[in-house]
């Protein structure tokens, strides 16, 4: 339920110069605007006003003043939008005038977008969407957060959910009225329309992990012996110094991240320690080698760098991936030609075949994350929720009684209503809304 208070916060924009934007939402905020900007402030127009805290007061600043009326506001409550200067004392200002107000109350995170969902204007994966979107940092996490903003999972699951609820609604007749003249394979007749959902959902969740990669960027292992020049690497790539650059082999013990844009894409570059098999290795070398592994396991691409100009170090026997998640390339072409198996060859120290390696990255990032037929799934909720769907038409299909069937229909339905937000979700709101920043 919608709390009766009205909610204030900063939207966006606080900083030394430039537009903030306060928006309070609720009952009050017809009050709001009043108060500061007077009475004559029409619905749904920008209009030029000095803002007071007393009619005859000094102004606190002036800013354009937008009057939006529920139902047809952002949260669906009336709201009261001000566009003013974006400097910290003016905010902080006119946040406390707003505030002292009868029923005025500073908003908590997320309940902006909050009051939005309760009040139906927003599904909850939408509501999802639109945090990925405050925090999307490349061209393709923006396209991915506005897809599901816009309802790319309210879509799918309400036309899957449809086919279920008809199919539903006749094994309830057969059970319901026995007696009726109904016809007598019906669930003969129900089947193949639960199939064709089964076989879309397995479908969706067999699809590459394409929303935890856009989400939390594409993940590539450097892995390799240890001086090859991981480390070099790594900074030349990042253009600046974040690994510890050493001639003593095995100093690179800790997992070391840059995160990248490449075209459009985030790309997380992660060096391991160097993976060698040394019996005489101390035990913080042998953490850093397990952590290597680790990580290349988990990798999206491992990169497997080798010396051109040592290839007798050679590259380890087991760099923990399949060939197709292997990209290798050769270090220290300044010193020597990349072998004759190895296409790819950089120099670390001079720069050289940078750019082409990036490029075969760049390839191999797009071909992983380009667009699916399915919506992406950004949140392990996501998956769960069409796993147990998944689960429960699999048991559905199986069921030898109407009554089964129907029952599991019924809990499929339910795992897919709990993915759009429309049922089981109290405890989840505050978990989910807390990641908002104040007043979205
Ligand atoms: P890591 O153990 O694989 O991370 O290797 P480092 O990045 O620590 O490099 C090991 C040594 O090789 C350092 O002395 C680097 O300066 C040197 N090195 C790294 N890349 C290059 C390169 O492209 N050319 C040359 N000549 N030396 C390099």
Redesign the pocket.
């Known amino acids: 339920m919608t709390p009766p208070d009205t909610i204030v916060a900063l939207s966006s924009g606080a900083g030394k110069a430039g537009i903030a934007v306060i928006r309070a939402s609720g009952p009050g905020a017809a009050v709001c605007i009043r108060h500061l900007a007077g009475a004559d402030v029409p619905a749904r127009r920008a209009v030029l006003r000095t803002l007071r805290n007393s009619p005859a007061g000094p102004a606190v600043d002036s800013g354009l003043v937008l009057w939006l009326p529920g139902p047809g506001s952002v949260t669906g409550e009336d709201v009261a939008e001000f566009q003013v200067h974006g400097s910290p004392a003016v905010v902080g200002r006119l946040l406390s005038v707003l505030c002292a107000l009868d029923g005025v109350r500073p908003a908590e995170p997320g309940e902006f977008t909050r009051r939005a969902f309760e009040n139906g204007r927003m599904d909850l994966s939408g509501a999802e969407g639109l945090a990925d979107l405050i925090d999307a940092e490349t061209e393709a996490q923006r396209i991915q957060a506005q897809r599901q903003m816009e309802g790319a999972f309210a879509e799918r699951c309400a036309g899957w959910g449809a086919q279920l609820r008809r199919s539903l609604a006749w094994l309830e007749a057969a059970i319901d009225f026995p007696d009726e003249a109904l016809p007598d394979d019906l669930a003969a007749q129900v089947r193949p329309a639960v199939e064709a959902v089964a076989a879309g959902l397995a479908g969706w969740l067999a699809a590459p992990d394409r929303g935890r990669m856009v989400r939390e960027g594409y993940r590539v292992a450097i892995v390799?012996?240890?001086?090859?020049?991981?480390?070099?690497?790594?900074?030349r790539i990042a253009q600046r110094d974040v690994?510890?650059?050493?001639?003593t082999?095995?100093?690179?013990r800790d997992v070391i991240e840059v995160r990248a844009d490449l075209a459009g894409y985030a790309v997380v570059f992660a060096?391991t320690a160097?993976l060698r098999y040394d019996e005489t290795a101390g035990d913080i070398e042998r953490e850093g080698m397990a952590r290597a592994r680790f990580q290349a396991e988990s990798a999206d691409l491992v990169l497997h760098?080798v010396d051109a100009?040592a290839p007798a170090a050679g590259p380890p026997a087991d760099v923990g991936a399949g060939p197709d998640r292997v990209l290798t390339v050769a270090?220290?072409?300044?010193?020597a030609p990349a072998p004759p198996d190895v296409p790819l060859g950089?120099?670390?120290?001079?720069g050289a075949g940078i750019d082409g390696l990036l490029a075969a990255i760049e390839a191999r990032t797009t071909a992983a994350m380009g667009a699916g037929e399915h919506p992406a799934l950004t949140r392990l909720r996501h998956r769960q929720c069409l796993e147990d769907a998944a689960a429960a038409l699999e048991r559905a299909l199986a069921a030898t009684e109407a009554e089964l069937t129907a029952e599991d229909l019924r809990l499929a339905l339910r795992a897919m209503d709990r993915l759009i937000g429309r049922t089981d979700v109290e405890d989840l709101l505050d978990l989910i809304f807390r990641d908002f920043c104040i007043g979205k």
């Open positions: 390799g012996a240890p001086n090859v020049g991981k480390s070099s690497l790594l900074n690994a510890i650059v050493a001639e082999a095995g100093t690179t060096d160097g760098v100009a270090n220290k072409t300044d010193l950089v120099s670390a120290r001079t």
